[in-house]
Nanobody
Framework: QVQLVESGGGLVQAGGSLRLSCVAS????????MGWFRQAPGKEREFVAG??????SINYADSVKGRFTISRDYVKVYLDLNDLKPEDTAVYYC?????????????????WGQGTQVTVSS
């Protein structure tokens, strides 16, 4: 079992940047493929980015390609958010997946953090 804690959210103007971090306790983070998801009010949770255990495989939602970057080291997973837009406003969650396949479906992920709020003003 692993416990995930996100940090780094906040209020930023459109065009600004943030770095989100996710740290794990329990099993080593390297055990899992990791994903970032987000959920805006009244909307379903959606995939943002995913990274494999080794970092060799990465994928992004089309809406964030070229603006967001996912990365990881042995103990943390990061999501760099650049050129933020008001429609990026949401609670951002990191999630861990024990499978061998890098996946985009929220239901496939095994463990979740509590989320961190990102608010982008226009």
């Amino acid at each position: 079992q692993v416990q995930l804690v996100e940090s780094g959210g906040g209020l930023v103007q459109a065009g600004g940047s943030l770095r989100l971090s996710c740290v794990a306790s329990g099993r080593p983070l390297i055990t899992y493929n990791m994903g970032w998801f987000r959920q805006a009010p009244g909307k379903e949770r959606e995939f943002v980015a995913g990274i494999s255990r080794t970092g060799a495989s990465i994928n992004y939602a089309d809406s964030v390609k070229g603006r967001f970057t996912i990365s990881r080291d042995y103990v943390k997973v990061y999501l760099d958010l650049n050129d933020l837009k008001p429609e990026d406003t949401a609670v951002y969650y990191c999630a861990a997946d024990y499978s061998n396949v890098l996946r985009t479906e929220a239901l496939k992920y095994d463990y979740w953090g509590q989320g961190t709020q990102v608010t982008v003003s226009s």
